[in-house]
């Protein structure tokens, strides 16, 4: 264990972002460029899953912070899926969390359509 704790990577989950909102973004903002529109290696999905990895930095066994941080998404359907540089993951992880927001009841289908479009 040691100084420095575990070496132990967390990953979260923060949402799904659905092929039709990243197009809409691809279009208006010149943005998100290297995501194809359809899983290039099943061509199945309707959405990507988004995720956070890192790694915590430790002393002692205490969590201090977050370090080594990677993002990446991946296709519900085979599981295919690459890194994210930074911009495009702040990009997306807006997306993500008014799409959770609305499929837990959170908000309003309005406050969701008017969230969206303020991205």
Same mark, same amino acid.
């Given at each position: ?6 070496? $132990?990577? !967390? ?5 799904? $972002? ?5 197009? !809409?973004?691809?279009? +208006? #903002?010149?943005?998100? +460029?290297?995501?194809? &529109? #359809? ?9 990507? &899953? @988004? *995720?956070? &990895?890192? !790694?915590?930095?430790?002393? @002692?066994? @205490?969590? %201090?912070?977050?370090?080594?941080? $990677?993002? *990446?998404? &991946? ?8 890194? =994210? ?6 990009? %997306?992880?807006?997306m993500a969390l008014i799409n959770s927001? *609305?499929?837990?009841?959170?908000i309003s289908k309005s406050e969701f +359509?008017?969230? =969206?479009?303020?991205?």
């Amino acid at each position: 264990m040691g100084l420095c704790g575990k070496d $132990v990577a !967390r990953t979260r989950h923060v949402g799904q $972002v659905y092929v039709d909102q990243i197009n !809409r973004i691809k279009k +208006e #903002k010149q943005i998100l +460029e290297r995501i194809a &529109s #359809k899983c290039e290696n099943c061509n199945r999905n309707e959405y990507y &899953s @988004i *995720y956070e &990895s890192f !790694r915590p930095f430790r002393i @002692i066994g @205490i969590p %201090l912070a977050q370090c080594d941080t $990677v993002y *990446y998404f &991946s296709c519900p359907e085979c599981n295919f899926g690459f890194k =994210l540089e930074a911009d495009e993951f702040k990009a %997306l992880e807006k997306m993500a969390l008014i799409n959770s927001k *609305y499929l837990e009841g959170k908000i309003s289908k309005s406050e969701f +359509e008017s969230n =969206l479009r303020a991205i």
